[in-house]
């Protein structure tokens, strides 16, 4: 699988930042993985122009014109549904027919789950696809699942996302062994919601995983657990926090450190250290969450990523599929059948 060349459709359309940062970050990508060739949908026009600036090996990017756009403002399912020509439905599409190996977006996060779903599809065995991002801690990235694609989970569900994403942080992270903990409101087994309650029986029977019990939400910033488990609702509020935060510290540090001359001439002297500490809380070198089950891979960034997030996505996307990731899943989970346990 090392040397398997690797198809990824980046849709160029729907970000924050237009079409110009996901060119330049499909170029650069390029460089970085020499197994990669990309497809990028959008405007056919507009992309030949941009792309025009830059020296690359043309026979490895591929424009696919698209004459629609969904936006933030349209209805999920049904933009999915009648916006065929979209550069998201097309890009899915590739995956779907296996042109395609994975898919990056920084478009409608709603329609990006509604499509893989509807137009990629589950795989056989996975009762639900969870959306799962590798976020900071002072350790090693933790990855946070399920953040935003289902908000009501029942205990069963909750187990199989501890199961792939052990597999994921196994097998693209390169954590051998990683540890899962359920999100909690304290440490002591009986405490939680009924969800919990019932889940963490289930997850102390589950030989695939390595369990380490619960997690309170303030122990997550400093690498507890590698693989931080719950359902959406709690997820993505966590996620959204996360990002929240980070942003008022990083702008009260900047702001204390510009207040005089004294903490000027003291930022200067630690600038350095600083930007390097700075840059392991980064996003743009974390790749994006994959939504993970699907039959093909799809993998939602930021709306607001610059071409660093662009870079990083296309090397998870790589990691992913010469890792065999999505195959490891199905037959984690196909094995879990096999146990008794019933598909949905």
Not at 51 to 68: P, T
Not at 69 to 98: F, R, W
Not at 128 to 154: E, F, Q, W, Y
């Amino acid at each position: 699988m090392a040397d398997k060349n690797v198809n990824i459709v980046i849709d160029t359309i729907g970000g924050d930042n237009g079409p110009e940062v996901m060119v330049r970050g499909a170029v650069k990508g390029l460089e970085e993985n020499k197994n990669v060739t990309l497809y990028l949908t959008g405007h056919k026009n507009e992309l030949e122009k941009l792309l025009a600036g830059y020296e690359y090996d043309k026979n490895r990017i591929k424009i696919v014109d698209a004459s629609e756009e969904i936006t933030c403002h349209d209805a999920p399912v049904e933009a999915v549904k009648t916006k065929k020509d979209s550069s998201l439905v097309k890009g899915l599409n590739l995956v779907k027919e296996g042109t395609c190996d994975a898919f990056i977006s920084s478009g409608s996060s709603g329609a990006v789950l509604a499509g893989g779903q509807l137009i990629v599809g589950r795989a056989k065995g996975v009762k639900r696809t969870p959306l799962a991002p590798l976020i900071p801690t002072s350790k090693s990235p933790s990855l946070l699942i399920d953040c935003g694609a289902n908000v009501d989970a029942r205990p069963e569900v909750l187990v199989q996302f501890a199961k792939m994403g052990s597999i994921y942080m196994q097998n693209v992270v390169g954590v051998k062994n990683p540890t899962v903990a359920i999100v909690n409101i304290g440490t002591e087994e009986e405490k939680g919601n009924a969800l919990v309650k019932e889940t963490f029986p289930l997850l102390k029977q589950c030989k695939d995983i390595n369990f380490i019990g619960s997690i309170e939400s303030r122990e997550i910033p400093f690498g507890k657990a590698d693989v931080i488990l719950t359902e959406a609702f709690v997820g993505n509020v966590i996620l959204k926090l996360y990002e929240g935060l980070s942003k008022m510290i990083l702008t009260e540090m900047k702001g204390a450190m510009m207040s005089s001359f004294k903490s000027k001439i003291g930022a200067l002297m630690i600038k350095k250290q600083l930007k390097k500490t700075l840059s392991t809380f980064s996003a743009s070198n974390k790749g994006g969450a994959p939504l993970l089950g699907l039959k093909g891979l799809v993998v939602k960034i930021h709306g607001n990523s610059k071409e660093g997030e662009v870079i990083s996505a296309i090397r998870q996307c790589s990691e992913f599929v010469k890792n065999d990731v999505s195959g490891k899943i199905i037959r984690g989970l196909t094995a879990e059948k096999a146990e008794g346990n019933p598909e949905e």
